[in-house]
């Protein structure tokens, strides 16, 4: 069966079409929110950029995040060393892979400090009515030591730091005093967004980045119903990728 798909692929591909599993929405009320998104735009920057190519190809089995959106991650923190001032943290790091593409990112563009990497290494937390993919303790198939091994051995980094346990509850008060210019929430689930952001938003910098990794996920309903919460308030401008991306500016 597989090789005959590879074959369908191959002359849909020639044709100029792809061949692709449709997500199972699993509710009325989802079917009513989601469809895949298909976009036709073809312009390609990851192609030519070839550090990212030789990081993304390090980082691919240490990660969920598709090529589309660690290339965004990439581009954006190119972006952030324009910034004056400001550290960069990343809650919700799994194996690493997204923390080393972030860290490796900031050390190439020279940006000054440190890059926080929070998580609880014990999956997800917080999980409640918003969330209904989620219970608790999913994505726990990780440790501190893999995370740092990876990053140090495999990746050659030393500009991060590991915050282990639940951020901001447990371990926000160690970087209370630092300001932040870019922020990576990927947690999957409403209240530990939400907390997050209430934590961080005296801390960003005016035109700092917040990306949230789970936005146009069905599974990950929650952060859609919090980041959409958010377009109604002023001092924040939001932006909805394609990708799956929702990015935050701070005004």
């Not at 735009?41 to 990660?63: L, N, S």
């Not at 910098?205 to 309903?221: A, E, K, T």
Request: net charge neutral; aromatic share 12%.
């Amino acid at each position: 069966m597989e090789m005959f798909k590879q074959k369908i692929r191959q002359v849909l591909n020639r044709l100029g079409f792809d061949l692709v599993r449709l997500p199972r929405l699993g509710s009325d009320k989802l079917s009513h929110e989601y469809e895949p998104v298909r976009p036709s735009a073809m312009y390609a920057p990851w192609k030519k950029d070839f550090p990212f190519q030789e990081v993304f190809a390090a980082i691919r089995g240490a990660t969920l995040v598709d090529l589309y959106r660690c290339f965004e991650l990439w581009h954006l923190i190119g972006e952030s060393s324009k910034l004056p001032e400001g550290d960069i943290i990343e809650i919700g790091v799994w194996r690493g892979g997204t923390g080393a593409l972030i860290a490796k990112k900031a050390a190439l563009c020279g940006i000054p400090g440190k890059v926080f990497l929070c998580d609880t290494f014990t999956g997800v937390v917080k999980a409640g009515a918003h969330d209904a993919s989620y219970t608790g303790g999913e994505h726990s198939d990780t440790s501190r030591t893999s995370v740092e091994t990876f990053l140090r051995s495999r990746m050659k980094l030393e500009n991060f730091e590991i915050l282990e346990g639940i951020f901001p509850d447990q371990t926000g008060h160690a970087i209370e005093s630092r300001r932040f210019r870019f922020c990576h929430i990927d947690v999957d689930v409403y209240q530990s967004a939400k907390d997050i952001v209430e934590w961080i938003w005296d801390k960003l910098i005016p035109g700092g980045f917040i990306v949230f990794d789970d936005y146009g996920f069905p599974g990950c309903s929650g952060i859609a119903a919090f980041v959409d919460e958010q377009m109604k308030l002023g001092d924040r401008i939001i932006l909805h990728n394609l990708n799956g991306h929702a990015i935050l500016i701070k005004r």
